[in-house]
C-alpha cells in the first residue's frame, strides 16, 4: 500500500485529504484527529459533532459566533449596529424565565440583542398568535403548547447567552392582515439587525424540532499511526517525534455537493434550502447558526465552518451577498464591473428563489421583498413586480427551466414578469451584449399595498414600441402532435422558432394554443459573424382562446406573453467579398421593420 499526502505539512493543515493508492487504485478519504492527541497541532480537521443540543456542542457555537463578531472584518463591514444597539422588532418572546416565556411588544427606537429564527413550517401551528390570545401571550405562553421546533429554538437562544428570540409564527398576529403587512414591510430590517439566526434545517416541520442526536460518521476505515514532525512554531517543535494518532474515513465520493440537489448520502442536507421564505432569512443575516441534518454549521459573510472543526464540504452554501449591498450610501456606477457583479448576483439569487417551493404561491413577490429591497440601491429605482426598470429589456428574457402545463390559481403578478409562474426560471447568457430593438414607452404597476413596495401586485401593464410578427403553427411531421411556430415575415421566411429556440412558460398548454394567433416581438438583437440572432417574446392576445381567429393588429389590443424565442436569421455575406455584416447593414435589415406600440399585461 503507498500513501500520498503532497505537500504534507500544507495538506494536512488546510486541505485535511488523504490519497491512499491499494493496487493501483486511488481513493480519496477524509483525515482527522481528536482534540488533545499529539498530531491535533498538524492535522486540523475534527469529527463532526452529531450532539448538536448537548451543552458542549452549544458552547463551542457560542464561541464561534463570538470570534465572528469580534474577529471577522469583513462580517464587522456589514453590521448595522453595534451590539446591543440594533432597532428591535415590534414583537419578541422573552425566554428569560422558562417558566413564564412572554410575548413583549417594544416601543420605537428600542434598541437590543435578539436572534431571530428562520425554520418551515411544514404544517399548521394551531397556537400561533392571532387577535385572540395576543394579550393573553402577553402574560405567559405556555411551553406545553409550542411545537418541538420553536423550543428548540428558545433552549439555543438561552445558551446563547440571549433572552429575546423574534419568530414569525408568535410576533405575527397571524389573523390580522394590518399587522402582516406592518410586519411584511420590515421583514428585511428583522434578519439583519439579529445577533444571529437559528436555521432550524434538519426539521421538515415545526413540530419535528432541530437539536436531535445526528448519526455519527462511520467507524473510520483506518486508523494510523502520525509521527509528528519538526515544526514552525514553539508549539509544534515541542511535539517533535511524539506519536499521534489520524484516523481516515468518509470517501469523499459518497457525497453529493451539486448546489441543486443539496442532498448527502441520500438524505436533504438542510430543508430550508428547499423553501422560498428562507433564502432571504439566509442571505439578509450576518451570520446564521445552520442545524443541518449532519451536524452544526457557522455561515455567516466570512466563511462557513463545521462548529468544532470537522471539515466543511460545502455541501447546500448559497453564495454571499455583494458587500455594496449591505451600504446604502455607496454609489456603484451603472454598467461598472461592481455594478454588473451585483446585477448578475440579482439573477442568480432569483433563479435559486425560483426553485424553492413556496406554500402560498401568492408569495412569489413577497418572500423575496426584501432582497429586493437590499437591491434597489443599486439596481433601482423602479421595482416592477420582479423586474427592474433601468434593464427591463433584458430583465424580460427569462425562460422557464420547466414545464407543466398548470397555471398558479391565484394572480402573482403579470405574464412579462417570471412572478407570473410557478416554476423555476433562468436567463440566457449574453445580455450583456445585446442591442436594444424595442424601446419601454411605459410600465406600471399597481401594488397590493403601498406599504410595500417590493410585493405583490394586483395588475401591471408594459408598452413596448417593437414590431409584431405574426406566426403560424405548421404541422410538417407523421405525427399529428408534432407542430412548428413558424415566422411568417418575408425577411426571415422559412426560420422556426418551436424547438430548442423556443421555450414556452411553465403554466402554458400549447394544445390550447394551436388555434391562436401568435406573433414574436423582439427585444434586443445581436450581430454574429455571418448571422443575426434576435431574441424576443412570443405573445398572443390577453383575451386569445382557442378557436381565436383575429389576425391582423389593432390599436388597442392587449397581449400576454406565452414564451420566449431566440431567432436566428443566416444572413450571406455579400457575394463579391468574404466580409461579415456589419453594423449598417444590421440597422439597414431591421429599419425594414414597421415598429407599433404593444401593451402587455
Known sequence: MRVQVGQYRRSLQENPAIVIVVHGVEQNFRLWTTEGDPAARWIKNRIIIPHVGWPYALALAKTCVEDCVHNHPECQAITPYPIGAAPLPTRLIDCS?????????????????????????????????????????????????????????????????????????????????????????????VYRYAFVTIDAGSAARVSEGFLQDRELDPMPD??????????????????????????????????????????????????????????????????????????????????T????????????????????????????????????????????????????????????????????????????????????????????????????????????????????????????????????????????????????????????????????????????????????LVLESPLFSSRFLLGESLDFDSDVDITHLLGTRMWFVPLVHYCEPDELCMRGLVVCRADADVLHSAEAYSQGDVYRRVGLATLWASVAAKEDSMDTLNDSDVYSMLSQLPRVDIELI
Not at 305 to 333: E, I, M, W
Open 305 to 484: 465552518q463545521n462548529v468544532g472543526g470537522a471539515d466543511h464540504l460545502g455541501h447546500g452554501d448559497v453564495p454571499r451577498l455583494p458587500d455594496a449591498v449591505f451600504h446604502r450610501d455607496r454609489h456603484v456606477a451603472p454598467g461598472s464591473d461592481e455594478w454588473k457583479h451585483i446585477y448578475k448576483r440579482w439573477r442568480e439569487i432569483v433563479e435559486d428563489y425560483t426553485r424553492r417551493k413556496l406554500s402560498n404561491p401568492s408569495d412569489r413577490l413577497v418572500a423575496i421583498s426584501g432582497l429586493a429591497e437590499i437591491f434597489a440601491p443599486t439596481l433601482g429605482p423602479g421595482y416592477l413586480a420582479g423586474l427592474w426598470r433601468h434593464t427591463l429589456l433584458s430583465d424580460l428574457l427569462w425562460y422557464c427551466g420547466s414545464r407543466c402545463n398548470l397555471k398558479p390559481t391565484v394572480y402573482c403578478g403579470p405574464s412579462w414578469s417570471w412572478a407570473s409562474t410557478d416554476h423555476s426560471v433562468s436567463w440566457r447568457d449574453g445580455w450583456e451584449t445585446g442591442v436594444p430593438f424595442a424601446e419601454i414607452i411605459r410600465c406600471t404597476v399597481t401594488l397590493h399595498n403601498q406599504k410595500l413596495p417590493f410585493g405583490p401586485v394586483t395588475s401591471a401593464s408594459l408598452v413596448l414600441r417593437s414590431s409584431l410578427l405574426p406566426c403560424k403553427w405548421v404541422n410538417e411531421e407523421l405525427d399529428p402532435q408534432e407542430y412548428d
Open 97 to 189: 424565565d422558562l417558566d413564564r416565556l412572554r410575548l413583549i411588544e417594544t416601543d420605537p427606537g428600542m434598541c437590543g440583542t435578539y436572534v431571530a429564527l428562520s425554520y418551515v413550517w411544514g404544517e399548521d401551528q394551531p397556537h400561533q398568535t392571532t387577535k385572540a390570545n395576543l394579550s393573553l401571550y402577553k402574560v405567559r405562553i405556555d411551553p406545553a403548547i409550542l411545537p418541538q421546533t420553536i423550543l428548540d429554538a428558545i433552549h439555543v437562544t438561552r445558551a446563547l447567552g440571549i433572552n429575546l428570540v423574534w419568530i414569525d409564527g408568535l410576533c405575527i398576529v397571524q389573523d390580522s392582515e394590518k399587522d402582516i403587512h406592518h410586519e411584511l414591510a420590515r421583514m428585511r430590517d
Open 222 to 303: 483506518a486508523v494510523l499511526p502520525f509521527i509528528c514532525p519538526p515544526g514552525n512554531s514553539a508549539e509544534q517543535s515541542a511535539d517533535e517525534g511524539r506519536v499521534g494518532m489520524m484516523y481516515l474515513g468518509g470517501i469523499w465520493s459518497e457525497y453529493s455537493t451539486s448546489h441543486d440537489s443539496k442532498v448527502v448520502d441520500g438524505k436533504p442536507l438542510s430543508h430550508t434550502v428547499r423553501r422560498g421564505w428562507c433564502l432571504q432569512e439566509r442571505l439578509l443575516s450576518t451570520r446564521s447558526l445552520v442545524f443541518t441534518s449532519e451536524t452544526l454549521q457557522l455561515r455567516c459573510h466570512t466563511l
